[in-house]
């Protein structure tokens, strides 16, 4: 069983600053990408910056230069640091993994999710 845990979150002004963070935790045998996706009320889910096991970072258009994605010192975990917040950055964030099990002597590779942490940007 695969766990994603995320810690961090809640409200902030306008031009401030947020971390978030999340930690993979179960039978992992390695984790290929791990990200963070968001959703606003009344809009698609969408990819905010991931990160892979060789350290290559993407990011969305509307956070270049204001996020930066990166790997925990403590084994499977990442944080997402947010600068210069603003009020459409408002969302529940959700971490994403993309992690390799093994099932009955298989490997297996499956997409997990967390339960999600509230951002607000807000005066």
């Known amino acids: 069983q695969v766990q994603l845990v995320e810690s961090g979150g809640g409200l902030v002004q306008p031009g401030g600053s947020l971390r978030v963070s999340c930690a993979a935790s179960?039978?992992?045998?390695?984790?290929?990408?791990m990200g963070w996706y968001r959703q606003a009320p009344g809009k698609q889910r969408e990819l905010v910056a991931v990160i892979t096991s060789g350290g290559t970072t993407e990011y969305a258009d509307s956070v270049k230069g204001r996020f930066t994605i990166f790997r925990g010192s403590v084994k499977n975990t990442v944080w997402l640091q947010m600068r210069s917040l603003k009020p459409e950055d408002t969302a529940v964030y959700y971490c994403?993994?993309?992690?390799?099990?093994?099932?009955?002597?298989?490997?297996?590779?499956?997409?997990?999710w967390g339960q999600g942490t509230q951002v607000t940007v807000s005066s």
């Open positions: 179960g039978s992992i045998l390695g984790i290929n990408a």
């Open positions: 994403n993994a993309e992690i390799t099990t093994t099932v009955l002597g298989t490997l297996k590779e499956s997409d997990y």
